[in-house]
Nanobody
Framework: QVQLVESGGGSVQAGGSLRLSCAVS????????LAWFRQAPGKEREGVAA????????FYRDFVKGRFTISQGNAKNTLYLQMNSLKPEDTAAYYC????????????WGCGFAYEYHYWGQGTQVTVSS
């Protein structure tokens, strides 16, 4: 059984930074995807960033490219999301998730956001004020 516990959310002004953490316990195969999703009130959940544990490839949605960075700790049991240049539209509950790999552009193994992830954390709130 895999457990995911997020932390690090909070309130920040536009242009500020936050780092989210996700403690990962249980067995994570070396061919899984660890990802961050978010959900704002009244909106559907959307993928933000993912990392393929098999090769440490990273994947980002266009709206966070250049501002957010996903990474794993040295012991691979912590997932991070460094968020810089935050905007009010980044306000949401952020969730850590574990899911399967997928074939991505170029025909290589990687991660996507349009399919089911099997394990989820409880979420951490990020609020960005203007």
């Amino acid at each position: 059984q895999v457990q995911l516990v997020e932390s690090g959310g909070g309130s920040v002004q536009a242009g500020g930074s936050l780092r989210l953490s996700c403690a990962v316990s249980g067995h994570v195969y070396n061919a899984d995807c660890l990802a961050w999703f978010r959900q704002a009130p009244g909106k559907e959940r959307e993928g933000v960033a993912a990392i393929y544990t098999g090769a440490s490839n990273t994947f980002y949605r266009d709206f966070v490219k250049g501002r957010f960075t996903i990474s794993q700790g040295n012991a691979k049991n912590t997932l991070y999301l460094q968020m810089n240049s935050l905007k009010p539209e980044d306000t949401a509950a952020y969730y850590c998730a574990l899911g399967p790999r997928a074939v991505v552009a170029g025909g290589i193994w990687g991660c996507g956001f349009a399919y089911e992830y099997h394990y989820w954390g409880q979420g951490t709130q990020v609020t960005v004020s203007s």
